[in-house]
């Protein structure tokens, strides 16, 4: 960029904010700098099409792409990341390229990764005993016989009041003390956090004006990123915000952002999880009436590499054999020292991981499941950008990983979009073939969500329309069954029911998506059962994690061919198992060393080693299986010859 | 240092040692590293002269020097510090290049306020057993059996090799590992900083780039601050600094301080002693050829409110009624918080202190004077700008303060000076009633240091210029009686022999500043035996304590009714307590241990609510005392009527 460059202002609607650009800045890096969100999973590379937007005015420089329609290229759609900006521009963002679409208090609606309504601390099997504690304290004013220094009087009435000792005193709090002891009159409000063994003082406050004691719970997913907000005086959950993790623009899966991290460093990444994870905090606090400020704690969970970038530590090796990661188990950290906008003085835990592709949303996972309190052999299925499984009960678990991709958190797919108001999240295909379809909130539909992709695939492979192949059946004469980008689709939604006008429909890109998905952590679950010489029916109960896990319908799920088909009493959601999990660990001092034990004696299977892992995952490429006969229930058709 | 340089060795007489030189090192820098003391006080920068030693044989290359008579040139003498060394060589240090301080205040020496040759941590009793440590390993390389994540593998081998465990890792160590532990081939060098209990990784470095192991121990005073550098791993002291501390500026005494940093913010004056130590620290470091970096700790005494206002906690209370400190030992605190210029990841250690007017200077003293070790009553007095009297033996301990002012610290006087090249430390009055001086250094005088000042209020009262009542006797008719700011002075040095061409004197406030000075220490010490019942001739031994103190002549310290009159065999001078017994801490968690315990046991008397002290204090105005019985030795002169 240099001064010989023209400038040029580029105005984004809906948000009328107005961003200066260089002449030949692509509309996305504008974008970037404005603060303005728009979708991308490709990195830049005009090969998602996530990225559209509306040239409302002025010149450009565009890029011949197969991703829009003709339709689409006269009403002023350009791919944002390949086009480049010639003139003062003005640029609508279409909603589906903008991933902050409000919940809006509807039924069903943002918060499908995480549902409030049915975790209840109390059911948890723990006992409330926080890693924040808050203590009201009145202390003795100091007189000439009674003349000890002000933290030796501090530490003695906390002393006296819960019997704890050898609490350390950051400096802030050091040079607070002596004006607003005595400014509170000696009536003060001490929150204490635990450092694994010992306690640290992180904020003291006149009793009078002392909120209350709160913490944030995130699962930092690959694709979706989950907070909640946590009261820790009561256990009660007050809110829960989620977000499409930024770090996307960098890569769809974790391998890809480990690469980009080593090509062009980790800060970007970090700066994105950090920012996300900052403004989800911001709306929960928000929308609570509360302050960052007043958050003392944050716990995380996420898998292995995604925690590593979020703190800042490169978790290169984790992709090179032997495949280690740079830690498991992060010691409490002061939250500023990672970028995190809470308390000064406020710490972040995370939750200790398996191994580098087993992480600490798996460890959450079975502490929320509570695996371990049975001598039944259960199933927990994590099912999101990864797929994770663990098989065990109270004496011993073992897992593995897949990957999934992003299909089940509606990422990566042609119409794909996240579980938003709008999203097409249940299809349903009548006897007579029409097709119903509902979208989240009731408003004209978007895209496609997870749980909407595969109900849309069980019901058109119920219906015929796709063969257990997983291929459309072309010799059917039907007006939804479209090419696009030179592959087979079929229309769910017609563009003139849509927000934007323009068809919604699952590619056959989207079904082998969603097919090697489903296939791998089917496949998982085959060969961890065969490792412990048990077979489907021997499970007690199988747990389904994972935002998506909520929404969708057991029978279709199995019917896929994405779960065993069994008692379908046996299968419980347990929703986003990952922040339940870390919720209970920032309640429960004792659900937190659990988790550390559990982490640390919990078996990992490598799947990428194991030549039954290729075999279990060719024969479940198939509709529901190829080898029908485990699915019973599921009307049975004869496996095709291939 | 290259393989390069030739090497050469150089035998040190009388002490017949020999070392290994490189070609080009200076034989002052030869003899250091040999521990052979070698007198230099302007830092190796070949102006003071004190360095001077004979070469008896081989080559060096010269420096022409002023400071060298054509004899000395003649006889072999050269300044060891500009001195280098290009062959074999035999040198002798002359007695007046080694002049070992001992107790007995003979000769001066270059670092008056740190001396170092009378050190030893070997005979402070106590095991070398730091707060720091340093520990080299080789861990093992991950594989796909030994697949435990980099942080865990670095614990596991840190755990075998000292068996500690609970370790904490600050996360910029987290980020540095992989990538390291993996450059390193796996050997580390991995330093460790104990706080409180636990332990915590400071640094990881790859094992050939390590450096050692270096502390600083810190003496905060009022006045003066003092560093001194030493190596962890052996325990030696490798160099000395000392400044006046900069906050002189803003008032001479702490209370002064206490106001201004009410009136105008606490902020400028921490950072002018942040300033001062990160001065010395540097200083320091590039005299040993280190960096601030190469620095692991520090650690500080100070009176209570130096340290608070190092700390950035505001002292106010100390100065009000009930006197309460904010604090009196403080936590392990980063470096990197209070401004400290070190390890990134260093810690500040503080010595606990025992009141609001007796702080860790003085349970430092104690620890270096080894009170604590004999059944026998001893008195440890440390003349500062504060003057600090502790009478007690291994059960009990029991304390006082007393203001005394800057004067012992040549501060606050007309023509005072630290005690630096060309300052009189000393004066004498013949029986003809000339007078000789002696300047530091041999230089043209530039003031008077605080020993200076004592012997010349001690011979100008014994040869009858002063009367008892410190007053001068205006009918003697001499030319060196002055009028100088409408009080009468007297001259010690004339204008014409002053590196500045004015007249260096002694003021009557000058005086008066020196008699309140040593009348609030002695009657401090006579009220605390009192308070203990028992008598001067009771006391096992004195220490006394302060750069200062080193360098008195213990007679006229006597004489003027400093000290008590007793037995001189028992007055023992321990250089600057302060420093020692921090350095002693540093060294020994055992000492860090004993000094908590002695501070939180040690029992504060508070003078200024106590009458006695008044009448005491009254009565030691005179010289040396009302009480000249008290005196025995001193000649005796009657009381004055007044």
């Known amino acids: 960029m240099t001064d010989a460059l023209k400038k040029y202002l580029v105005t984004f609607f809906p948000e009328n904010k107005t961003i200066t650009a260089v002449e030949g800045e692509t509309i996305l890096k504008a974008a970037e700098r404005a603060d303005i969100y728009v979708n991308s999973i490709c990195g830049g590379e005009g090969t998602c099409g996530k990225c559209r937007v509306i040239v409302r005015s002025g010149e450009v420089q565009k890029h011949a792409s197969s ?19 010639l003139s003062d521009l003005v640029v609508e ?10 919940a809006e208090g509807k039924e069903e609606t943002s918060n499908r990764f995480s549902s409030l309504s049915d975790w209840d601390f109390n059911k948890t099997g723990f006992t409330l005993d926080p890693l924040i504690r808050k203590v009201r304290l009145h202390l003795p004013s100091p007189t000439l016989e009674d003349n000890q220094d002000d933290l030796s009087r501090l530490l003695n009435a906390i002393r006296r009041e819960t019997g704890l000792s050898g609490i350390t005193t950051p400096i802030s709090i050091l040079r607070e003390l002596p004006n607003l002891s005595r400014d509170s009159n000696w009536d003060l409000s001490v929150t204490l956090a635990e450092l694994g063994g010992s306690w640290e003082i992180i904020r003291i406050q006149p009793e009078e004006s002392s909120k209350g004691n709160f913490g944030i719970a995130v699962d930092i997913g690959t694709t979706t990123v989950v907070a909640h907000l946590i009261n820790l005086e009561t256990g009660l959950t007050l809110d829960a915000a989620a977000t499409y993790n930024s770090q996307i623009t960098f890569g769809e899966d974790v391998i890809k952002r480990i690469i980009r991290s080593e090509e062009d460093g980790l800060k970007p990444l970090v700066q994105a999880i950090v920012q996300d994870i900052n403004d989800l905090i911001g709306k929960l606090c928000l929308e609570s009436n509360l302050t960052p400020d007043d958050i003392n704690a944050v716990i995380c969970a996420g898998n292995t590499t995604m925690l590593a970038i979020f703190l800042g530590i490169t978790p290169r090796n984790i992709r090179r054999e032997p495949y280690i990661p740079p830690l498991s188990d992060p010691p409490p950290i002061p939250a500023v020292q990672v970028g995190l906008k809470i308390n000064d003085n406020g710490i972040l835990y995370c939750v200790p991981g398996i191994a580098g592709w087993v992480g600490g949303d798996i460890t959450a996972g079975i502490i929320a499941a509570r695996i371990d309190r049975s001598p039944a052999v259960s199933l927990l299925i994590d099912i999101g950008t990864n797929g994770e499984i663990v098989v065990g009960n109270q004496e011993w678990q073992l897992t593995c990983s897949c990957s999934a991709g992003p299909a089940f958190e509606g990422s990566g797919i042609a119409c794909g979009c996240r579980a938003v108001a709008g999203a097409i999240d249940k299809v349903d295909i009548t006897d007579d073939g029409t097709i119903n379809y509902r979208s989240i909130g009731g408003d ?4 496609i969500c997870g749980s909407g992709l595969l109900d849309t695939v069980s019901e058109i492979f119920r219906a015929g329309i796709l063969g257990r192949d997983g291929r459309f059946d072309l010799t059917r004469k039907e007006k939804r069954l ?14 003139a029911e849509t927000a934007e006008g323009r068809d919604i429909f699952i590619t056959q890109g989207d079904i082998d998506n969603l097919i090697r998905a489903k296939a791998a952590v089917y496949a998982g679950i085959s060969v961890l059962l065969k490792a412990i010489e048990i077979g489907e029916k021997d499970i007690e109960q199988v747990y389904v994690s994972g935002g998506f896990g909520n929404y969708i319908n057991i029978d279709r799920a199995i019917c896929i061919g994405l779960l065993p088909d069994i008692d379908r009493k046996k299968i419980l959601f347990i929703g986003n198992g990952s922040v339940r999990g870390a919720k209970t660990m920032l309640l429960s001092r004792e659900a937190r060393k659990l988790a550390r034990d559990i982490a640390s004696s919990t078996t990992y299977f490598e799947l990428s080693t194991d030549n039954n892992f290729m075999d279990e995952y060719t024969r479940a490429m198939f509709l529901p299986h190829t080898d029908i006969e485990n699915f019973p229930s599921c009307g049975g058709k004869e496996v095709p010859k291939v």
């Not at 963002?93 to 409000?102: C, D, F, G, M, T």
């Not at 479209?482 to 563009?495: C, K, L, N, R």
């Open 67 to 85: 991703l829009l329609s003709e339709k689409e290229i006269k009403n002023g759609y350009v791919l944002s990341c390949m086009t480049k900006i």
């Open 93 to 102: 963002v279409p909603p589906e390229s903008s991933s902050l679409q409000s």
């Open 444 to 447: 004209p539909p978007i895209g």
């Open 482 to 495: 479209i090419e696009f980008d030179d592959q087979p689709a079929y229309i769910i939604a017609f563009a």
